[in-house]
């Protein structure tokens, strides 16, 4: 078994700024890509930023030059560094990870951590 565990959200304040960290634990031979989505109140769930095993990186629009996605390979897990936040930022916020264990390759999701950005 393959467990994502976020950690990190809470309330902010416009322009403010908050991380989130996802651990991958469990049966793992190893990680690939892994990355943050977030879905809002009405809508469907979208790509944030994503982070291969190799370092590349790849963000929505509306994160670049406000978010940094980062991960510890030694330690399976990937943060998300968001500054300027918006109150359009305001979300569930999921980690992803494609995951080989020694049985299957696919793709994993946390349980979701809450972003809410409000004066």
């Known amino acids: 078994q393959v467990q994502l565990v976020e950690s990190g959200g809470g309330l902010v304040q416009p322009g403010g700024s908050l991380g989130l960290s996802c651990e991958a634990s469990?049966?793992?031979?190893?990680?690939?890509?892994m990355g943050w989505y977030r879905q809002a109140p009405g809508k469907e769930r979208e790509l944030v930023a994503a982070?291969?095993?190799?370092?590349?990186?790849n963000y929505a629009d509306s994160a670049k030059g406000r978010f940094t996605i980062s991960k510890a390979n030694a330690k399976n897990t990937v943060y998300l560094q968001m500054t300027s936040l918006k109150p359009e930022d305001t979300a569930v916020y999921y980690c992803?990870?494609?995951?080989?264990?020694?049985?299957?390759?696919?793709?994993?999701w946390g349980k979701g951590t809450l972003v809410t950005v409000s004066s």
């Open positions: 982070i291969t095993s190799s370092g590349s990186t």
């Open positions: 469990g049966s793992i031979f190893s990680v690939n890509a």
């Open positions: 992803n990870a494609n995951i080989r264990t020694y049985v299957t390759r696919t793709d994993y």
